[in-house]
């Protein structure tokens, strides 16, 4: 296996999820399968080759540090599934 | 001729010599969407109030001579891009009460060009899929066959224009998400150049290949809807600051001497249907006819596309998707009392398997120790990818090939098989990896009816080449007049 359920349970915990054993077994063979397949790049050469995460030709993409019209508050909070006062609002952080 | 089988065009110049108006165009339409959508199961959300409020705005438009060549006409709009006031899902659980505080881009100038905005389609969750069988709301059937997946992730896009259902359509395409659905439904469809169209209020997939584009009744109408939607976006960063060509004046110039190359690797591509192969091969017959010169070029990287996307893609969505976290909008399990509980929880009901794989998938490839051996290894073959093309367009000026390996398959055929799936995303992953543009144009039927679209490529920035060829395409065949029988 190149990926075990182990790794499984740890990157689920990385990514916030939180699964079951039956997710989890399902989960480590079909993954196991697409990285296998995936491994087919280590057949390809790329010594020397420049890795792309863009593929056009921008480089930096500048403004003038100037406020901008926003949407307001009250619209950015309209979705938000608990608010107070103007703020989001989240369960208990620590203890 | 029925109303909503009118194409933007058509449309146009009865509004224009106001024959008819935007209301009874757009009512005609809606009434189309609450007698088939039933069995096609398209829209997540029909808009039909607001969509009349914008119909009786573009007639006032229009009766004081103010009209543009979209101006009341009724257009649809995948669920993934931000409509103001217009719930926007994802398909997904995890959004399935979000509604847009800003229209996306896109949106903006569409209204601006007086559109009216008829609702929202169906999809893969996050655009994650091949079929539209990952959408975390409802199932879309393929208008030519119900029992058939009318492709993805912009299905409800495709199905939706084939079944006359809206004019034209918005769609995004990452790995094919246009132009295999077009290609399923018998429609046309565009993949923009990268840095063409504005994402701004585009829901992120992978950032580094999201596009949006169009999927229209002929490539006429497509031609009018890219360049509505095409253009400089100071709020998108990576749109590219570049005059747009007007796409419409190209249609009609011939396409004498037009190099149109022809991938030697594509005929080997595993799975081809031979149908699908001797459809594209007469498609080439046509090319050639119409003064078309064909020259072989490599590809030879092509087998490593979908592999290479296949890290590229969910790498990027899983640093994407870690926004949803039932903080800013969306859903939230309310019943987790501890804020990481919370997250994992929200996070695990709200995302269906496609998602959460991917998300699995993305984050181990960026993982410690993980990130040299599949993330920078894609990004090199990715390089590789694009000098492929970059050679090949040396010498032509148009690369033909399949959109995908077979007609629509069967609801269900490949849903447990992830891999199986990704593989269907052959021939169009690579012009995503590039950033260039790519067309599905019908081309054929299979033996049993279902449509078969060719696929044309071109350079970066020039889809008025693609415009070109395949208006010459379409006019010189008659595919494109086939009606599903709904």
Redesign the interface.
């Known amino acids: 296996m190149k ?1 075990t359920k182990d ?2 349970i740890h ?2 915990n ?6 079951d054993e039956d ?1 989890i077994q399902k ?1 480590a063979v ?2 196991d ?3 296998r ?8 050469n ?1 010594e020397c ?8 030709f ?1 480089t930096n ?1 500048f ?1 003038n540090d100037e406020e901008r019209q926003d ?2 508050r009250d ?2 909070l ?5 608010k107070e006062n103007g703020n ?1 609002m ?4 620590v203890g | 001729m029925k109303l909503y089988e009118l194409t933007i065009y058509e449309a146009h110049g009865l509004l224009n010599r106001k024959e008819i108006s935007s209301q009874e165009l757009t009512r005609a339409v809606l009434d189309r969407i609450a007698a088939v959508d039933d069995k096609i199961g398209a829209f997540i959300t029909v808009a039909g109030e607001s969509a009349i409020k914008e119909a009786k705005l573009a007639d006032k438009a229009i009766a004081k001579g103010d009209i543009s060549v979209l101006t009341g006409i009724p257009i649809a709009v995948k669920d993934l891009i931000c409509t103001k006031g217009i719930r926007t899902t994802c398909a997904s659980k995890i959004l399935d009460n979000f509604i847009p505080p800003y229209d996306a881009t896109v949106i903006s100038r569409l209204k601006k060009a007086g559109a009216v905005i008829l609702g929202k389609l169906n999809m893969d969750e996050f655009a994650m899929g091949s079929s539209t069988e990952n959408s975390g709301i409802k199932l879309t059937h393929n208008p030519w066959d119900l029992t058939r997946i009318p492709g993805g992730s912009s299905g409800g896009s495709a199905a939706a224009v084939a079944a006359d259902m809206c004019l034209g359509a918005l769609g995004s395409d990452t790995g094919g998400s246009i132009r295999q659905p077009a290609s399923h439904c018998g429609v046309v469809g565009l993949k923009p150049t990268y840095g063409r169209v504005s994402r701004f209020g585009l829901v992120a997939f992978a950032s580094s290949l999201d596009q949006i584009g169009p999927l229209a009744k002929d490539v006429t109408d497509c031609a009018i809807l890219a360049g509505a939607v095409s253009g400089y976006d100071p709020s998108d960063s990576t749109s590219v600051p570049m005059d747009v060509p007007d796409y419409s004046s190209f249609l009609t110039e011939g396409i004498e001497g037009v190099k149109i190359g022809i991938p030697k690797e594509y005929d080997s591509a595993q799975g081809l249907d031979p149908e699908v192969s001797s459809a594209v091969m007469n498609a080439r017959k046509v090319m050639e006819k119409l003064g078309g010169k064909c020259v072989e070029v490599s590809l030879p990287n092509t087998g490593y596309a979908v592999p290479a996307y296949y890290v590229i893609a969910p790498s990027e969505a899983s640093s994407n998707l870690a926004r949803f976290d039932g903080v800013k909008y969306g859903f939230r399990d309310k019943e987790r009392k501890n804020l990481m509980d919370m997250y994992r929880s929200t996070r695990s009901k709200g995302f269906g398997s496609e998602v959460k794989r991917r998300i699995i998938i993305g984050t181990y490839c960026l993982s410690a120790g993980y990130y040299d051996a599949y993330y920078k290894k894609a990004s090199q073959v990715r390089t590789l990818i694009i000098e492929d093309f970059k050679k090949a367009f040396e010498i032509c000026d148009v690369i033909l090939s399949p959109v995908a390996p077979t007609p629509a398959f069967k609801i269900g055929e490949k849903a447990d098989d992830p891999l199986t799936m990704y593989l269907s995303d052959i021939f169009t992953l690579s012009a995503n990896l590039a950033g260039i543009p790519g067309m599905s144009v019908p081309c054929g039927f299979s033996s049993g009816g279902l449509p078969i679209g060719l696929q044309m490529m071109g350079k970066h920035f020039s889809e008025e080449v693609l415009f070109k060829a395949a208006y010459n395409f379409e006019q010189a065949t008659d595919f494109h007049k086939r009606k599903p029988g709904i």
Do not use: C, W
């Not at chain 1, 990385?14 to 699964?19: F, I, S």
């Not at chain 1, 397949?37 to 390809?44: P, S």
């Not at chain 1, 309209?78 to 608990?82: F, G, K, L, R, T």
């Open positions: 990926i790794d499984i990157v689920a990385l990514a916030r999820l939180e699964m997710s989960f079909q993954i399968d697409i990285l397949y995936v491994e087919t790049l280590n057949n390809v790329t080759v420049q890795p792309t995460s863009h593929a056009i921008l993409a403004r949407f307001g619209a950015l309209e979705n938000a599934p608990e989001f989240v369960p208990k952080v």
